[in-house]
């Protein structure tokens, strides 16, 4: 299914930006790198959206990309580096799992077995 090429795509886009994004801060002591690379994994996840409205996916997976379009948007109003960087991961997040966007394409793949 063309859908899961494009989202895993963007998941595996979104783990680069952030892992390069922990090597300008942590490492290489550039903040300005860090923020710039968490703008573009925000820009990224704001199109997810328009991939909801081109492919007939069920309401429940639609919906979900539509949130994160929504709070990529939202982050990227208040210019929240923070809110940016925490883009697709909830409250109770454990390192080393799958992401918001990585359990989509895991509902969606089940759906499509």
């Not at 930006?17 to 790198?33: G, K, M, N, S, V």
């Not at 820009?43 to 990529?72: I, Q």
């Amino acid at each position: 299914m063309e859908i899961l090429g494009r989202l895993e795509s963007v998941a595996q886009k979104v783990r680069e930006l952030e892992c390069l994004a922990r090597i300008a801060l942590y490492e290489q002591d550039d903040p300005t790198a860090y923020r710039n690379l968490l703008y573009e994994k925000a820009e990224l996840l704001m199109a997810v959206g328009d991939l909801a409205d081109e492919f007939c996916l069920p309401d429940d997976v639609a919906e979900k990309l539509l949130r994160f379009s929504r709070n990529a948007q939202q982050a990227m109003e208040l210019q929240s580096i923070f809110y940016m960087g925490a883009l697709l991961y909830p409250d109770n997040y454990r390192e080393n799992t799958p992401n918001e966007l990585e359990l989509v394409i895991q509902e969606l793949r089940a759906k499509t077995v």
